[in-house]
């Protein structure tokens, strides 16, 4: 019980903290959050993804610096 507690402490605050980057910086915050999704997405090596390349997923990857 202890435990759970801790950790929806923890997941407040960092859902303040995410909500003061966007705040902040909505672009870097959205290019931080892309870097996090493709970290996770290409993790395993054995994995298959079928994506558009024109697709949201990508677009820090199209032209680098213009994320749009």
Sequence with gaps: R????????????????????????????????????????FRNKSDVMVLDPSSDFFKYMRSPGRGK
């Design 2 to 41: 202890e435990a759970q507690k801790t950790k929806g402490e923890g997941d407040a605050q960092a859902s303040r903290v995410y909500a003061q980057a966007y705040s902040r910086n909505a672009e870097f915050y959205s290019f931080y959050r892309s870097m996090e999704a493709y970290k996770e997405s």
